[in-house]
């Protein structure tokens, strides 16, 4: 009940009263006198009771809401606020001072639209179990995943929910009222919802789990009802609001003795309306709100507001933590769970073709073709480690995390959790400017993002991650743009100019060999570079380093890599498991790991010998007794054995493979020369040794370059002058601008443009490229004017000739005026303007050619796997006899002819006759007249211009490098077929 109040005047007065009483009634003075005297105490007694009653009392509530079940920062940026472990540990820290304090939360606790948003909400309901919350509201959003998912929650989850006013069918969705002491004074606690809409993020993928339950009421009568109940019983009255600011001014006006409304809605710390205090929260949990209330004569009079901010310097409560470690762990274990990600980018165009079908994620390599030197620039960028930044916080299982750090996550072709070791970590360059299949066909201007928009940064750099993202802005994008200075291939200044802290002993190359002892790939290395570094011995400082990692790692010792995602693209073992049953754990196990032991072990006794020891156990093979070889190479085989097989052989162990794990080093081989990574070649690691180190003596004797790509500097064409002799140097030019001008088919489905673009700028830096459409004005004028058959098609301008290169490649051109067309070679897959209206594939081939014999069975195999042989056909246009016998087989018994032909194709390298062979093997009748020169004339006019070639459907003319593409070819040009095919391979009701 509201505290009763009474002034002196009144208190006087009553003792007056009783003091001059009429006792002449009573039965005599003496009795009177007790009377009086007992009147006197007891009046004492109600003084000293009202005038306690009177002090100020102090109220101490604890506030947080629009939590929207906020588990933990996600450690991307520095300075980020939440987390509820310590969230937990700063409440247990308030109520060592308050511990009369009351924790509350407004509302808005759950968040998001998918199954792994309902787990995150019941581990966070936990967790504020374990916190001990007073109360918390129901608000509208707890009702997203349907009523019964939030009534399991509710009377599972030990938390007191409060709602007045929040009903479905008329069943009430909390206590309408909670009161609670809070020291002397007693607390009525009301919740109360309002109508709102809840954002469902995934609806723009088509994918949502909302289910909003029917027949829910809002009103406020039951509010009205609440506080008349709290009235006589409490001494402040607390609503907890999922109402805007607007409708909570509303209530407060028209619903008399509302003490405090803490609002889930509004982050304005404090506002009065009248005698009501409206407090609002930090959402996400960034904050605790404190409000220290002096309370008197049952109104406050006196208030200090605080938000305590939940900053990472605040330690992480134990109990909390495991729960939110539990959430990871079950992530981490279900794959459908890691497949729940909302979709960053949905509403920009490029990002929505992913999800129609008609565009693709290809990943930075493929982009690295045409800007190797914008990709250099990203590789020493923010965006390119972001992966890693996941990797060490050990959320690269976390889907909201996930999004974030990789590229197209949630998207079709995108990043896979768990599938996408490299293709696709870190935030790539289709991150800022868009899924690029339809860019790296056709690299034009439409159809690619040339230069990202704040809003699309800001679905990443978001109000919580980047908070001051409005000023930061520019600064953000020139930290990303592309100048274009470095190359990852390139002769830089860092290259020649290292610093100490790259060069080994006495400024000698540094030279860094991680291998796993078990792996192939690693022993062949080893194999290829021992004669090197053996030759080099003297004038390099070579460490050979093993990759492993100890179990139950402590601090300072090697635990596994997990910083860096080795670069190299040559095969080897990737440490992507770990298996062992010791101290150490290695991809192949205990063998691999007490071998690579006893190597450690031969490094330290015999460091001028080693290599000896180590090529003869990669010629036996470490599943035999290491003792031979180290009695063959003339080592103590019992100090091996000593050392290998106690602490101290373990502890040397130890120490080699904390180098590969500090680095993150965990593919074998991998070389690294001066801390960057060279490929396994003992050219190129000679060349890149003496690149830098001129001086060396063994430099005397090494070529500078061996061709054109050993030449190559950012900003300059290279040529290898004298290419393989002893004199070969390399002769940097200036690159030559000139312009290649595209003739294309919008229309045209494969008419792709990117294999020549890359190549051509690879070659010539300065080339520069326009596209015109065949059906243009200008496009027609081409055609007539350079004799033009097929799209796309190419012209270079005369300044072309200038260039460095074009001698070599001047035999691959046809001059036309003063300009140049490339041959049609160089063009593996076209359309022509004049072809034949054929259906299906036509195959022209030499059978004398290994070529056109390995492209034949391809193709054999293709039709006969989806049962459709009628789709090929067969035409033997080589010179020679073998393919005159086939053609001739192909008029007479046109069915055999397929497996004639893969007959001869076994035979062909050791029988000379195998044709003859192979046609009377099938029963080959040969009859009728050689026809190959019509053949050869049908050819040309389908725009065959080499041998093997393939025409799609009398129009589409593939050659060269195409043909392998040649069935994702056809299934381009035929959609509607490869779901045929697919079902032909995988009857219905097989999965």
């Given at each position: 009940?509201?505290?009763?109040?009474?002034?002196p005047?009144?208190?006087?007065?009553?003792f007056?009263?009783?003091?001059?009483?009429?006792?002449?009634?009573?039965?005599g003075q003496?009795?009177?006198k007790?009377?009086?005297?007992?009147?006197?105490?007891?009046?004492?007694?109600?003084?000293?009771?009202l005038?306690?009653?009177?002090?100020?009392?102090e109220v101490?509530?604890?506030?947080?809401?629009d939590t929207q079940?906020f588990?933990e920062?996600?450690?991307?940026?520095?300075?980020?606020l939440?987390?509820i472990?310590?969230r937990?540990?700063m409440?247990?820290?308030?109520k060592?001072?308050?511990?009369?304090?009351?924790?509350?939360?407004a509302?808005?606790?759950?968040?998001?639209?998918?199954?792994?948003?309902?787990?995150?909400c019941?581990?966070?309901?936990?967790a504020?179990?374990?916190?001990?919350?007073?109360?918390?509201?129901?608000g509208?959003?707890?009702?997203?995943?349907?009523?019964?998912?939030?009534?399991?929650m509710?009377d599972?989850?030990g938390?007191?929910?409060v709602s007045?006013?929040l009903?479905?069918?008329?069943?009430?969705?909390?206590?309408p009222v909670?009161?609670?002491?809070?020291?002397?004074?007693r607390?009525?606690v009301?919740?109360?919802?309002?109508?709102?809409?809840?954002?469902?993020?995934?609806?723009?993928?088509?994918?949502?789990?909302?289910n909003?339950?029917d027949?829910?009421t809002v009103?406020?009568?039951?509010?009205?009802?609440?506080?008349?109940?709290?009235?006589?019983?409490?001494d402040?009255?607390?609503?907890?609001?999922?109402?805007?600011?607007?409708?909570?001014?509303?209530?407060?006006?028209?619903i008399?003795d509302?003490?405090?409304?803490i609002?889930a809605?509004?982050t304005?710390?404090?506002?009065?309306?009248?005698?009501?205090?409206?407090?609002?929260?930090?959402?996400?949990?960034?904050?605790?709100?404190?409000?220290?209330?002096?309370v008197?004569?049952?109104?406050?009079?006196?208030?200090?507001?605080?938000?305590?901010?939940i900053?990472e310097s605040?330690?992480?409560?134990?109990?909390?933590?495991r729960?939110?470690?539990?959430?990871?762990?079950?992530?981490?274990?279900?794959?459908?769970l890691?497949?729940?990600a909302?979709?960053?980018?949905?509403?920009?165009?490029?990002?929505?073709?992913?999800r129609q079908?008609?565009?693709?994620?290809?990943?930075?390599?493929?982009?690295?073709?045409c800007?190797?030197?914008e990709?250099?620039?990203?590789?020493?960028?923010?965006?390119?480690n972001a992966?890693?930044r996941?990797?060490?916080?050990?959320?690269h299982?976390?889907?909201?995390c996930?999004?974030?750090?990789?590229?197209?996550?949630?998207?079709?072709?995108?990043?896979?959790?768990?599938k996408?070791?490299?293709?696709?970590?870190?935030v790539?360059?289709?991150?800022?400017?868009?899924?690029?299949?339809?860019?790296?066909?056709?690299?034009?201007v439409?159809?690619?993002?040339?230069?990202?928009?704040?809003?699309?940064?800001?679905?990443?750099?978001?109000?919580n991650?980047?908070?001051?993202?409005?000023?930061?802005?520019?600064?953000?994008l020139?930290?990303?743009?592309h100048?274009?200075h470095?190359?990852?291939?390139?002769?830089?200044?860092?290259d020649?100019?290292?610093?100490?802290?790259?060069?080994?002993?006495s400024?000698?190359?540094l030279?860094?060999?991680?291998?796993?002892?078990?792996?192939?790939?690693?022993?062949?290395?080893?194999?290829t570079?021992?004669?090197?570094?053996?030759?080099?011995?003297?004038?390099?400082?070579?460490?050979?380093?093993?990759?492993?990692?100890?179990?139950?790692?402590?601090d300072g010792?090697s635990?596994?890599?997990?910083?860096?995602?080795t670069?190299?693209?040559?095969?080897?073992?990737q440490a992507?498991?770990?298996?062992?049953?010791?101290?150490?754990?290695?991809l192949?196990?205990?063998?691999?790991?007490?071998?690579?032991i006893?190597?450690?072990?031969?490094?330290?006794?015999?460091?001028d010998?080693f290599?000896?020891?180590?090529?003869?156990?990669?010629?036996?093979?470490i599943?035999?007794?290491?003792?031979?070889c180290?009695?063959?190479?003339?080592?103590?085989a019992?100090?091996i054995?000593?050392?290998?097989e106690?602490d101290?052989g373990?502890?040397?162990f130890?120490?080699?493979?904390?180098r590969?794990n500090?680095?993150?080093?965990?593919?074998?081989?991998?070389?690294?020369?001066n801390?960057?990574?060279v490929?396994?070649?003992s050219?190129?690691?000679?060349?890149?040794?003496?690149?830098?180190?001129?001086?060396?003596?063994f430099c005397?004797?090494?070529?500078e370059?061996?061709?054109?790509?050993?030449?190559?500097?950012?900003?300059?064409?290279?040529?290898?002058l004298?290419?393989g002799?002893?004199?070969?140097?390399?002769?940097?030019?200036?690159?030559i601008?000139?312009q290649?001008t595209i003739l294309n088919?919008?229309t045209?489905?494969?008419?792709?443009?990117?294999?020549?673009?890359?190549?051509?700028l690879?070659?010539?830096p300065?080339a520069?490229?326009?596209?015109?459409?065949?059906n243009?004005?200008?496009g027609?004028d081409?055609i007539a004017r350079?004799?033009?058959d097929?799209v796309?098609?190419?012209?270079?301008?005369n300044?072309?000739?200038k260039t460095a290169?074009?001698?070599?490649?001047?035999?691959?051109?046809?001059?036309?005026?003063?300009?140049?067309?490339?041959?049609?070679?160089?063009?593996?897959?076209?359309?022509?303007?004049q072809?034949?209206?054929l259906?299906?594939?036509?195959?022209?081939?030499?059978?004398?050619t290994?070529?056109?014999?390995?492209?034949a069975?391809?193709l054999?195999?293709?039709?006969?796997k989806?049962?459709a042989p009628?789709?090929l056909?067969?035409?033997?246009?080589?010179?020679?006899?073998q393919?005159?016998?086939?053609?001739?087989?192909?008029?007479?018994?046109?069915?055999?002819?397929a497996?004639?032909?893969?007959?001869?194709?076994?035979?062909?390298?050791?029988?000379?006759s195998?044709?003859?062979?192979?046609?009377?093997?099938?029963g080959?009748?040969?009859?009728?007249k050689d026809?190959?020169?019509?053949?050869?004339?049908?050819?040309?006019?389908l725009?065959?211009?080499?041998?093997?070639?393939?025409v799609i459907d009398?129009?589409?003319?593939?050659?060269?490098e195409?043909?392998?593409r040649?069935?994702?070819l056809?299934?381009?040009?035929?959609?509607?077929?490869f779901?045929?095919?697919?079902?032909t391979?995988?009857?219905?009701g097989?999965?």
């Amino acid at each position: 009940m509201k505290m009763v109040s009474m002034r002196p005047d009144e208190i006087s007065g009553l003792f007056l009263q009783t003091k001059f009483m009429d006792t002449n009634s009573l039965t005599g003075q003496t009795i009177s006198k007790k009377i009086s005297l007992t009147f006197f105490v007891c009046l004492l007694s109600l003084v000293f009771s009202l005038a306690g009653q009177s002090r100020a009392a102090e109220v101490v509530l604890l506030y947080t809401g629009d939590t929207q079940s906020f588990l933990e920062v996600c450690g991307c940026a520095d300075n980020q606020l939440g987390g509820i472990a310590r969230r937990a540990t700063m409440v247990n820290d308030l109520k060592l001072s308050y511990p009369n304090a009351l924790l509350l939360d407004a509302g808005s606790l759950f968040a998001g639209d998918t199954v792994l948003d309902q787990l995150r909400c019941k581990i966070h309901l936990q967790a504020m179990k374990a916190i001990h919350y007073d109360a918390a509201n129901v608000g509208m959003g707890e009702l997203r995943f349907g009523q019964a998912f939030f009534e399991t929650m509710r009377d599972s989850g030990g938390i007191p929910f409060v709602s007045a006013n929040l009903k479905i069918n008329g069943v009430q969705m909390g206590a309408p009222v909670r009161i609670l002491d809070a020291g002397d004074v007693r607390v009525g606690v009301i919740g109360v919802a309002g109508e709102r809409e809840i954002e469902v993020h995934g609806m723009a993928m088509g994918v949502s789990h909302i289910n909003m339950p029917d027949g829910i009421t809002v009103v406020l009568d039951g509010v009205k009802e609440a506080v008349a109940q709290l009235h006589q019983q409490t001494d402040l009255i607390v609503v907890l609001s999922d109402l805007d600011r607007e409708a909570e001014r509303d209530l407060v006006q028209h619903i008399a003795d509302i003490d405090i409304v803490i609002s889930a809605r509004s982050t304005e710390a404090t506002h009065r309306i009248g005698n009501t205090l409206l407090l609002g929260t930090h959402p996400q949990g960034k904050a605790i709100g404190q409000a220290i209330l002096t309370v008197e004569s049952g109104q406050v009079t006196a208030e200090q507001i605080t938000p305590v901010l939940i900053s990472e310097s605040i330690g992480e409560d134990r109990t909390v933590k495991r729960l939110v470690d539990e959430f990871y762990n079950l992530v981490q274990k279900n794959s459908a769970l890691q497949q729940t990600a909302r979709p960053r980018f949905a509403g920009f165009a490029l990002e929505d073709q992913v999800r129609q079908g008609t565009n693709r994620y290809v990943g930075v390599e493929t982009c690295k073709g045409c800007h190797s030197a914008e990709v250099a620039d990203w590789e020493h960028s923010h965006h390119a480690n972001a992966f890693n930044r996941l990797l060490q916080k050990q959320k690269h299982y976390q889907p909201d995390c996930v999004t974030c750090h990789t590229t197209g996550f949630g998207y079709p072709t995108g990043f896979r959790i768990g599938k996408d070791a490299k293709r696709l970590t870190n935030v790539q360059c289709e991150v800022c400017h868009g899924p690029g299949e339809q860019h790296v066909r056709r690299p034009e201007v439409r159809n690619i993002r040339r230069t990202p928009s704040p809003d699309l940064c800001q679905r990443c750099h978001d109000a919580n991650q980047t908070p001051d993202f409005d000023t930061r802005f520019a600064d953000m994008l020139a930290e990303v743009n592309h100048k274009g200075h470095g190359s990852s291939h390139a002769i830089t200044k860092s290259d020649t100019e290292q610093s100490e802290t790259e060069l080994g002993r006495s400024g000698r190359p540094l030279v860094e060999l991680f291998v796993m002892a078990d792996c192939p790939y690693g022993i062949r290395a080893e194999q290829t570079l021992a004669p090197l570094f053996r030759k080099l011995r003297d004038q390099i400082d070579f460490h050979l380093y093993f990759i492993a990692d100890e179990a139950d790692a402590k601090d300072g010792a090697s635990s596994p890599p997990v910083a860096r995602t080795t670069r190299t693209t040559e095969p080897g073992c990737q440490a992507t498991t770990a298996t062992g049953t010791g101290r150490f754990r290695s991809l192949h196990g205990d063998r691999e790991i007490a071998e690579g032991i006893r190597q450690t072990v031969v490094m330290s006794l015999y460091p001028d010998r080693f290599w000896d020891y180590i090529l003869c156990r990669n010629k036996s093979g470490i599943a035999t007794d290491w003792r031979v070889c180290a009695t063959q190479v003339n080592m103590d085989a019992a100090k091996i054995a000593e050392l290998s097989e106690n602490d101290a052989g373990e502890t040397l162990f130890a120490e080699n493979i904390r180098r590969a794990n500090l680095l993150g080093i965990n593919a074998s081989p991998t070389l690294r020369v001066n801390g960057r990574d060279v490929k396994t070649s003992s050219h190129e690691v000679a060349q890149f040794i003496c690149r830098n180190n001129k001086n060396l003596p063994f430099c005397a004797d090494v070529p500078e370059c061996l061709s054109d790509r050993d030449c190559v500097h950012s900003d300059k064409v290279g040529l290898c002058l004298n290419s393989g002799t002893p004199h070969a140097q390399c002769e940097m030019r200036d690159p030559i601008s000139f312009q290649t001008t595209i003739l294309n088919d919008a229309t045209c489905e494969v008419c792709d443009t990117y294999p020549f673009i890359r190549s051509t700028l690879s070659l010539f830096p300065g080339a520069e490229f326009q596209t015109v459409d065949v059906n243009s004005e200008m496009g027609q004028d081409l055609i007539a004017r350079y004799g033009l058959d097929r799209v796309p098609a190419y012209v270079l301008n005369n300044e072309f000739e200038k260039t460095a290169r074009f001698n070599r490649l001047a035999h691959h051109v046809r001059r036309v005026g003063d300009h140049f067309v490339p041959s049609a070679l160089l063009t593996p897959i076209a359309r022509i303007f004049q072809g034949r209206d054929l259906r299906g594939v036509d195959l022209f081939l030499d059978v004398r050619t290994p070529v056109s014999l390995s492209i034949a069975e391809q193709l054999l195999q293709w039709v006969k796997k989806v049962n459709a042989p009628g789709r090929l056909r067969l035409h033997f246009v080589g010179d020679g006899k073998q393919n005159a016998l086939f053609q001739l087989a192909q008029q007479t018994t046109p069915e055999r002819v397929a497996d004639a032909l893969l007959c001869h194709k076994q035979k062909a390298s050791s029988d000379t006759s195998s044709v003859e062979n192979c046609l009377k093997q099938m029963g080959i009748a040969i009859s009728g007249k050689d026809n190959r020169t019509a053949i050869r004339a049908t050819a040309r006019e389908l725009g065959v211009t080499s041998l093997p070639a393939v025409v799609i459907d009398g129009r589409f003319v593939v050659q060269a490098e195409g043909l392998k593409r040649t069935e994702s070819l056809f299934y381009r040009l035929h959609p509607e077929l490869f779901q045929r095919d697919r079902n032909t391979l995988r009857p219905s009701g097989v999965k």
